[in-house]
């Protein structure tokens, strides 16, 4: 199982919006709703940010938004804040025999 | 919410063994499901394995299938992850995380992402 596809890095101005594409195949992103994204800063462990596509935990801000359109996902980052200079990472349910696979993983840098 | 508390650093010789535990808090451990999740030096993170102690079979990534063993200790709330013959691409850090379990009208499953996560456990292999 390969790991899904993301840009190696996305970068912004405070307040901007960003989008960090996540691509995969119709046998994991394409074909179930069940794509989550992870925001990680240096040295911590991953937080959920958003879950099933488009749904956030209760405490994220409405500024993570998410989508798909086919084999791809989108994670959205609106009004960018320098607290949001992280690593960014997708995953989603696969049919294959390992069952979870994660994207390759983003660097978001606030300019 | 669980929480879960990993084990500290390991430093272990190339071939060795390591055993890295994760200790959860609240009282649903049995069936929540506990994910191990590996990232290497500047690297990505890449699914393991998981077990749901109520079940106690558990399920590995093809590629860890060899050297990986998942198991929990409900007595203690405690899930383990134990990566034989190790060699130096070993050096990561390793997480547990938790997929949450929903039920709805009587039918009950663990949803299908990673809701929470320890801390990480960083394992060295070094000669």
């Known amino acids: 199982q390969s790991a899904l596809t993301q840009p190696a890095s996305v970068s912004g101005s405070p307040g901007q919006s960003i989008t960090i594409s996540c691509t995969g195949t119709?046998?994991?992103?394409?074909?179930?709703?069940?794509v989550s994204w992870y925001q990680q800063h240096s040295g911590k462990a991953p937080k959920l940010i958003i879950y099933d596509v488009s749904y956030r935990p209760s405490g994220i801000s409405h500024r993570f938004s998410g989508s798909k359109s086919g084999n791809t996902a989108s994670l959205t980052l609106s009004g960018l804040q320098a607290d949001d200079e992280a690593d960014y990472y997708c995953?989603?349910?696969?049919?294959?025999?390992?069952?979870?696979?994660f994207g390759t993983g983003t660097r978001v840098t606030v300019l | 919410q669980v929480q879960l508390v990993q084990s500290g650093a390991e430093v272990k010789k190339p071939g060795s063994s390591v055993k890295v535990s994760c200790k959860a808090s609240g009282d649903t451990f049995s069936t929540t499901s506990f994910t191990w999740v590996r990232q290497a030096p500047g690297q990505g993170l890449e699914w393991m394995g998981e077990?749901?102690?109520?079940?106690?079979?558990?399920n590995y990534a093809q590629k860890f299938e060899a050297t990986v063993t998942i198991t929990a200790d409900e007595s203690t709330s405690t899930a383990y992850m134990e990566l034989s013959g190790l060699r130096f691409d070993d050096t990561a850090v390793y997480f547990c995380?938790?997929?949450?379990?929903?039920?709805?009208?009587?039918?009950?499953?663990?949803?299908?992402?990673?809701?929470?996560w320890g801390q990480g456990t960083l394992v060295t292999v070094s000669s």
């Open positions: 995380a938790t997929r949450p379990r929903k039920c709805t009208g009587g039918s009950c499953s663990s949803k299908d992402w990673f809701e929470t």
């Open positions: 119709s046998s994991d992103v394409g074909g179930f709703n069940y």
């Open positions: 077990i749901i102690p109520m079940f106690g079979r558990a």
């Open positions: 995953s989603s349910y696969t049919s294959s025999s390992t069952p979870y696979v």
